[in-house]
């Protein structure tokens, strides 16, 4: 477990350090808001949706990019899951497409696991995503086709419970996690590093099948043109609902 946070950690300071020794970078605040569910239907198989929201600077009115995904959930065990799905997402008017909003269609597959050491818990995930992206003809209109690429992410979160009943609302765990992007494809030129996400936070039970999540998010991001990036500081509320629906013998 600890070998994971030491290699990120390497890994995280190692790219904030890049930071200083690039020019183009810019700086930007967001605000992310995210609803997850997951129903277990039976021993084998259960359902996966989130719904994302993400703004700029101004909370209520600036969009940034809202993301609708969907998934069946396969159970190898208890603690370990494959998931496919498909999520579509809008890219609301950007720098370079400053009076349309771009829509991306996303199929998606993951394999997540996850082990406990006494009451701790890491959560590691790698999700595979084929991205079709619009394409921009003019600053407010869309074009024909699409840009295509895959992105592979990997991600880990440490649980760490700050109460003895850590099932019980009101019970408080302390989160970290990251995630690291990489992208592939013939329209990777310069950017096959996509992006870095640190968050770190806490998570308050609000009942045994309901929990709420909110801290701090940075995200480190190279952009196409390969020499340009962007420094995202955030702050990251979600709500997650996990049901079990089998029946009892």
Known sequence: MY??????AVLFCT??????????????????????????ISNRWGTWADFQLRTKERVINNFSVDIVRLGVTYYVSNSIKLTAGIAWANYFPQDNHKK???????????????ARYGRKRMVHWV?????FRQKILNDSTLGDGYNFNYRLRYNWRYELPLDVKEANPGAVTLIVNDEINVNAGKQIVYNYFDQNRFFAGFKIQT?????????????????????????????RLSYYQSFDVRKRK
């Open 3 to 8: 070998k994971y946070v030491f290699l990120w």
């Open 15 to 40: 790219m904030h350090t890049s930071k200083a020794q690039t020019k183009n970078v810019q700086h930007l605040n967001e605000t992310w808001f995210a609803y997850f569910n997951q129903i277990r």
């Open 100 to 114: 349309v909003s771009q829509p991306e269609l996303r199929p998606w597959q993951q394999v997540q696991w996850d």
């Open 127 to 131: 999700r595979l995503e084929e991205r």
């Open 207 to 235: 009942s045994i099948v309901s929990n709420v999540q909110f801290g701090y998010l940075n995200i480190w991001q190279q952009l196409a043109a390969g020499n340009q990036y962007k420094s995202v500081n955030a702050m």
